[in-house]
């Protein structure tokens, strides 16, 4: 009896050799580090991938499922997401027929190294850099759809100089825009004290290192040298979270990335990542994505178009 092939379940990369003009990519030799794209669906181009560069990425036609790293969520027409690189995306639409829909996607990709060597000398390149930083998770704007589509046509129809500006514009009311969501993972949020935040990547690397290892704030109080108390400010400040919720946000988010990219079994996922039972598994689960382990693995499948 043949075995059977396992499922493909990690992210495509994306290379530049497979950015054919003929699927909607501009022609290398006819831009610079500014790329823009637009696309209908269904297309090659709508799969569960990634790549080095970021991806500004509006939709303006059809609705469905929207998968971001380990955010699963819906779209409609408005939708408008940054990605980092390397970070997995796919949009997959539900509501189109077989004859699809001729313009869906309208995508600007851009690379990181030109922009923060630009900023090192071009101190007015630097307000865009927080921005970079948090699209490491994925942004969802709101309220942006239609300056959005008017930058990115603006980008389209220009080339050189002056695509350049209108690219920076862009980013310029992006960087700017205080209506948004994060949608992948966990990420330190403070800024304003190196020393502090040092302290907290340690305790973050040490907890996402050994992520099952049970662990309390008394504890990393102690061994902080401060009082619990204290401590409890001095994370919240610098996480945006008690330290019992960040734990479970950082074993939840591991449990996700394991239900996508392995067949392993739900209970076993939830041991590994340090639940000490099913039912407190589900439950975190639950509370912090909207949707059991299982519904999770199950839309999780939809990335992938199928």
């Known amino acids: 009896m043949a075995r059977a092939i396992p499922r493909q379940r990690q992210p495509e990369l994306e290379h530049d050799y497979l950015r054919s003009p ?6 290398p030799w006819d831009v610079g580090v500014v790329r823009c794209l637009a696309h209908g669906f269904p297309t090659p181009l709508a799969r569960w991938h990634h790549h080095d560069e970021y991806e500004l990425h509006l939709i303006v036609a059809s609705s469905g ?13 408005g939708h408008l997401v940054l990605t980092g690189p ?3 995306h796919n949009w997959v639409s539900m509501d ?7 313009m869906r996607d309208l995508v600007i990709q851009f690379p990181h190294a030109p922009i923060a060597a630009a900023a090192e000398h071009m101190p007015e390149l630097s307000e865009v850099l927080p921005l970079l930083e948090r699209a490491k998770r994925g942004i969802e704007f709101f309220g942006m759809s239609d300056l959005a589509q008017a930058h990115w046509q603006r980008a389209k129809d220009s080339r050189g100089l002056r695509r350049m500006a209108a690219f920076c514009d862009y980013l310029a009311d992006l960087a700017r825009c205080t209506d948004y969501r994060l949608l992948s993972t966990v990420q330190m949020q403070a800024d304003d004290d190196d020393a502090e935040l040092d302290q907290i990547n340690r305790i973050v690397n040490r907890l996402t290192d050994d ?15 401060m009082s619990e108390s204290r401590f409890s400010r001095f994370f919240r400040r610098a996480t945006g979270n008690n330290f019992t919720d960040f734990v479970n946000r950082l074993r939840v988010n591991r449990a996700g990335q394991l239900l996508m990219d392995t067949d392993r079994k739900v209970g076993d996922i939830g041991y590994e990542v340090g639940f000490n039972n099913l ?6 689960f639950l509370e912090l994505k909207g949707m059991t382990p299982t519904e999770f693995r199950r839309q999780a499948d939809k990335r992938f178009g199928g």
């Open 279 to 284: 039912a407190n598994f589900n439950r975190r």
């Open 65 to 77: 499922k929207a998968f971001v790293g380990d955010w699963i969520g819906q779209f409609q027409p």
């Open 22 to 27: 003929a699927l909607g990519y501009e022609a």
């Open 211 to 225: 992520i099952a290892q049970p662990v309390s704030a008394g504890a990393v109080a102690a061994e902080l040298g």
């Open 86 to 88: 390397r970070l997995p």
């Open 96 to 102: 189109v027929g077989e004859e699809g829909v001729p």
